[in-house]
């Protein structure tokens, strides 16, 4: 049973399309993220969710909108997508905002042609 | 600004030696601190982990050092084992702040 569950795994769209990528988490973790990992393998947060509301929105183009409809779901909606953004998208959770190590889900790999 | 760097993209060390990863952080409010491992497309999966109240830190085979006068940790696996092969990242964060940083990861290559 996979504790932090993302889909779709891998996704190939044009550029200019829009795509969401869902994550669930079955640990009972108050708090979710979305890391990107880009083709220079950075792993860099975009934004973090805890107990559905907003805590971390780094520096991210708006066409990105990260969605949390309970605390256990964290979604994440790219609009007009572009080339640049052709990267691995991972989901993690941890217990707290300020306990607990991260847990990842496998990644999402969205490549923009 | 980097502020966790992993200055060696790959090590290859001969299985049942040790391996030794390194990782430097540049942020002094940095007081935690954690090791993952990466498998091809897979998430990152969880080591061990530091608090900079200690200098040490041993579960089994994985040993974590810091260094906070030299803002310097590392990952020490004993013996290597092949499945050890991955890509290892460092990451840290400062008290009162809800992220880590990560490093740029370092490939271990265990070699049989």
């Known amino acids: 049973d996979t504790a932090v569950s993302q889909t779709p795994k891998y996704l190939v769209t044009q550029m200019g399309n829009d795509k969401s990528i869902k994550c669930e988490q079955n640990?009972?973790?108050?708090?979710m993220y979305w890391y990107k990992q880009d083709s220079k393998k950075f792993l860099k947060i975009m934004f973090s969710y805890n107990n559905k509301e907003l805590i971390i929105n780094e520096t991210v183009p708006n066409r990105f909108s990260p969605k949390s409809p309970d605390k256990a779901h964290l979604n994440l909606h790219i609009n007009s997508l572009e080339l640049g953004d052709s990267a691995v998208y991972f989901c993690a959770s941890s217990l707290t905002t300020t306990t607990g190590e991260l847990f990842f889900g496998e990644g999402s790999r969205l490549t923009v042609l | 600004d980097q502020q966790v760097k992993q200055n060696s993209p790959s090590l290859s060390v001969q299985e049942g030696r040790i391996s030794i990863l390194n990782c430097d952080y540049t942020?002094?409010?940095?007081?935690?601190f954690l090791w993952y491992k990466k498998y091809p497309a897979e998430g990152p999966t969880f080591l061990i982990s530091?608090?900079?109240?200690?200098d040490k830190n041993e579960d089994g085979r994985f040993t974590v050092f810091l260094n906070k006068s030299a803002k310097h940790l590392s990952l020490h696996i004993v013996p290597s084992q092949p499945g050890d092969s991955a890509v290892y990242f460092c990451a840290a964060r400062s008290s009162g702040t809800y992220k880590y940083i990560f490093g740029t990861g370092t490939r271990l290559k265990v070699l049989a």
């Open positions: 530091i608090s900079s109240i200690k």
């Open positions: 942020n002094s409010m940095f007081d935690y």
């Open positions: 640990l009972g973790h108050d708090t």
